[in-house]
């Protein structure tokens, strides 16, 4: 009964009156707004085709971390109006964001779909933290909730506004306006970058170093082959291996939808004895077998 009084008296959604076409009223606000991140992550996860996505997509990007941030800055309920606060969480969202996106690109995990929705998620919660524990320290009386009333006529006291709170709401709005119109397009229109593909080679413990420098003869050379196809569409690839212009080694055809990688061991073994010899990787695609893309090339020695 404590438990069902608690969060009855913490949210009163969607109440009507005589003077007000919407009332919103909660104390857990924070709390629903990461519960929707998880929620987000999940259906990411899980259920990556669904309209979910979209939907709540827009506000993690566009709303949420500007509201843990402005909850931050002003945890009480009279520091700012909550049209203000809407408007600016809007605001502060479409400057955030671009900036995680910023940091991601110095990092190894780069601007991804993943890296970026858990840094997202992470920031808006580590804010909301913070949010949460300066509204603890303020009276009860004056704690921020969210206490939004939708009356018919629309934002009665634009007008008696000053000029210059006028233009700052105005320019608010179009920037709101303008990332969701943005962001529309983003998604509707198809991806229109470039296409290539990924070819590389690693040692078998797949680092970029190291590769078999010297092999006596007979004896099997190993390296790990990767392929990444970014070509927007489905590709089938082969690779040769090339020692001194001979054929030595080639793989089955191997099918890859846009966005998937390919890494394999590839063997080759030498049959001449020499010094600086060249060992050429070539990757077909396409079902082509005489024009290759760039091929990578590593030098070895064959001993007795």
């Known amino acids: 009964m404590n438990i069902l009084y608690t969060m009855r008296s913490s949210i009163s959604l969607f109440r009507l009156d005589r003077n007000t076409l ?11 707004l990461n519960l929707l991140n998880i929620i987000l992550i999940a259906i990411i996860v899980f259920w990556p085709s669904s309209l979910l996505r979209v939907i709540l997509g827009m506000p993690f990007i566009l709303f949420f971390p500007g509201y843990a941030t402005i909850s931050a800055l002003y945890p009480t309920k009279n520091a700012i109006s909550s049209t203000h606060r809407l408007m600016l969480s809007f605001a502060l969202s479409i400057a955030i964001v671009p900036l995680i996106l910023l940091l991601l690109n110095f990092t190894s995990w780069g601007i991804r779909l993943n890296p970026i929705l858990y840094s997202v998620a992470a920031f808006t919660a580590i804010v909301s933290v913070v949010a949460w524990l300066r509204r603890r320290g303020k009276p009860k009386s004056d704690q921020f909730n969210i206490e939004f009333d939708m009356a018919v006529p629309v934002w009665k006291g ?7 709170n006028k233009i700052i709401s105005v320019i608010l709005v179009l920037a709101i306006l303008g990332a969701i119109v943005t962001l529309i397009y983003v998604i509707r229109m198809p991806d229109t970058g470039e296409k290539y593909t990924e070819f590389y080679i690693l040692n078998t413990n797949g680092k970029a170093t190291d590769y078999p420098q010297t092999l006596t003869l007979g004896e099997e050379g190993k390296v790990i082959v990767g392929i990444v196809n970014h070509e927007r569409a489905t590709i089938s690839y082969h690779v040769e291996v090339i020692i001194n212009g001979v054929k030595n080694y080639e ?8 966005g998937e990688k390919w890494e394999n061991e590839v063997t080759f073994t030498p049959t001449i004895l020499g010094t600086n010899q060249e060992v050429e990787f070539l990757l077909f695609k396409g079902g082509e077998t005489t024009s290759a893309m760039e091929p990578l090339h590593l030098w070895m020695d064959v001993t007795q």
């Open 158 to 164: 634009f007008w008696k506004a000053g000029r210059a």
């Open 22 to 32: 919407l009332k919103i009223q909660t104390k857990i606000d924070l709390l629903l």
């Open 251 to 258: 793989t089955s055809s191997i099918s890859l939808a846009n």
